[in-house]
């Protein structure tokens, strides 16, 4: 047996050792998505529980749409999937900025509220792809990922109804003064 036939195992290829960096990077942003999204939430139902809808709404802005949408699409800028290109990452993009926006120009409670709808509605839509990709799929070999897909499904389902349910309750608050 010749020297060249044998490889050392302790050597390590450069593609290899990047390729799992990208991947550990790719997983810090995505859980400092989560962790700002939750920190949103919590804030939200704590301004919720001890003041009133309309100002729960500024930490679910700032928070579980700004920071985390802009953080999301960082993410999807700097480490695209196969299944999704760097255009998906828009429409988080601009949510974030745009939420971002109308809580520091302190623009009226119905903005807030307009922003936080359209959130709702590409996190319902994200779910409803998920959750049908995940029952529909005849491949079951895959079946940690297919998990994986699911929880995220169902997450981002609890995701949509919070902010609905956030939304809906600054508007009856507001009430007339909802742009005003």
């Known amino acids: ?13 450069p593609s290899k050792s990047r390729s799992s960096a990208a991947r550990a990077t790719r997983l810090v942003f995505l859980a400092l998505a989560f962790a700002l999204l939750i920190l949103g939430e919590v804030l939200a139902f704590n301004q919720l529980a001890t003041q009133s809808p309309t100002d729960a709404i500024l930490p679910i802005l700032v928070f579980s749409i700004g920071a985390a949408g802009v953080v999301e699409c960082l993410r999807r800028i700097l480490f695209p999937s196969p299944s999704r290109t760097r255009r998906s990452a828009v429409i ?3 949510l974030g900025i745009l939420s971002i926006a109308v809580w520091r120009a302190q623009l009226a409670v119905g903005f807030s509220v307009i922003i936080t709808l359209a959130a709702a509605l590409v ?13 529909t799929d005849a491949n079951a070999d895959n079946k940690p990922t297919a998990d994986a897909d699911q929880i995220l499904g169902l997450f981002s ?3 949509t109804i919070v902010l609905i349910y956030i939304a809906v309750l600054t508007v009856i608050d507001a009430g007339p003064v909802l742009f005003g």
Not at 1 to 13: G, V
Not at 123 to 135: D, I, R, Y
């Open 1 to 13: 047996m010749t020297t060249e036939s044998r490889t050392d195992p302790r050597s390590t290829d």
């Open 92 to 94: 988080p993009g601009l």
């Open 123 to 135: 996190w319902g839509s994200f779910a409803f792809g998920l959750l049908v990709k995940t029952s």
């Open 157 to 159: 389902f609890a995701q």
